[in-house]
């Protein structure tokens, strides 16, 4: 059986009932499970994720996006995040037995029938994207609800892959499918945060480092740390970051006192730590005993 | 929903027929898998692997009992390996939501269906024990189907937990409950064997090493290996064994080229592993992606 998950970003963080309305549309979906909620005043957004077959899966989100275009109205939007619509962004995430064309196909579909059914323009990103200056989210969004208003209608580039090249108030949505991204800390034996800022430096994409680790570094509760996203852990393992840092640490004396996950990851992603360490140059996933549970078990 | 695991080994390894005809009388019962079945000539004995809900691998287990009591004559059996019956020995194994406490009492269970309706003579052994003499399972099994025969009616030590205290042409049986095991080698970077003895010594439970490690050296395909059983891998988790065996190859300036499972393991080995690396002090199994998918997906 096919699971995935998606999290939604939804630009209500402050109003508690209208973000009660759009996750109790989605709960509503037999089949599909919100695992969690996050709403940030500051940023006035609430992220939340979504596991299920694929089918349930994208009737929930599609639910939760019909709510919210209700409810939400961009011009009245304000908060430190950038956004361009009521729902945002809507990544899907392969998790167990679906492949990313998996994801991409659910993104593409949830993306005809929002813009055909909502009246919402949608742009495809990511792995789901249909141009390659629409993969980074960063690019899609730029100008965001209020630039995008005035462009979609005079820009071509600007048109969207589904809906309407005019922009309501419920905004545009980019929907499409990355690998899962995982929240990973690593502590020091410091209280020194320069040691922390360049070992970060050392490691990021951005400055030269590993491709898909986006990191910085700062004091937490009096402990230096490392505070990453791993954008793609099938390409840039967890271990692998591990033992970079503890290499970058070393030249300042220093070392790992303790690393964290900070929400939710993949087994997978601690079976292939573990097979890097034991050195399990042969393991294959039929030896783990849990895979071999069919369905009916 | 829980799942358990059970490894019944049957004395036959030669007449494929009944050893097939055994197979399929478990095969037939839904809600437990048959994962695999190895036949050994030499022992003359063959041991199936089958994991299912509770209940399920009770009944397919009685099933398979009740065939091979039918057709497997232990005044007729002859081979290599130590036996008493021709269900020779079952242990239960917790796999997922299942505790040893389970499968205590699934042997129990079992063990009494087996005496009662098959009239076959049951020793509940290790986690099911009912007294410390028969934990181990080579201590009940001392004497053998010969020895037993004659034992059985006069020593009342010898009493079974189930059944009649005579034995038949079926023998008697072992029922019990123990923790996964699992079967694990080292490499080392070497052609001698003696290092892998001393090493296989160094870390073994019978000569002073870890409580819940079997091992011994020798050389495999020109290599160097340690050749493990690691018992309970809760107690004496891999990574531990393994960080043995790289400190106390140092001294004869040998590495580890590779390690190897053969057969299955718990994801969770895997997963102690990483933390152990990784430093994951903190993570806990809610964090973990898959153990989040409820059984209604």
Same sequence: chains 1, 2.
Avoid: W
Avoid at 74 to 101: K, L, N, Q
């Amino acid at each position: 059986m096919k699971i995935v998950e998606c999290v939604p970003n939804f630009s209500e963080g402050r109003r508690e009932k209208v973000i009660e309305q759009i996750v109790a549309a989605m709960v509503e979906c037999p089949g599909a499970q919100v695992l969690d909620v996050q709403s940030d005043q500051d940023h006035n957004r609430s992220v939340v994720t979504l596991i299920g077959s694929p089918q349930a899966v994208v009737d929930a989100v599609f639910q939760g996006i019909s709510v919210a275009a209700q409810l939400i109205d961009m011009d009245h939007h304000r908060g430190g995040h950038p956004r361009m619509g009521a729902t945002d962004v809507v990544p899907f995430v392969p998790v167990r037995g679906a492949t990313m064309e998996d994801c991409v196909a659910l993104a593409r579909q949830l993306g005809e029938r929002v813009g055909s059914e909502l009246d919402i323009p949608v742009f495809l990103y990511e792995a789901a994207a249909t141009r390659p200056e629409r993969r980074n989210l960063a690019d899609v969004r730029r100008g965001e609800y209020e630039g995008l208003k005035e462009e979609i209608t005079t820009n071509r580039d600007q048109a969207p892959d589904f809906g309407p090249t005019v922009v309501g108030t419920a905004g545009a949505t980019a929907i499409g499918a990355r690998p899962p991204l995982i929240a990973y800390n690593v502590y020091l034996n410091t209280d020194d945060v320069n040691p922390a800022k360049a070992i970060a430096r050392a490691i990021r994409h951005s400055s030269g480092g590993l491709r898909y680790v986006k990191a910085m570094g700062l004091i937490v509760e009096g402990q230096a740390q490392i505070s990453m996203n791993l954008t793609d852990y099938r390409r840039t393992p967890v271990h692998r970051v591990t033992e970079l840092i503890r290499s970058e640490a070393a030249r300042f004396g220093l070392a790992i006192t303790r690393c964290e996950v900070v929400g939710l990851l993949p087994t997978e992603a601690l079976i292939d730590a573990a097979r890097f360490y034991l050195q399990l140059a042969d393991l294959s996933s039929d030896q783990i005993l849990e895979n071999r549970l069919s369905d009916e078990g």
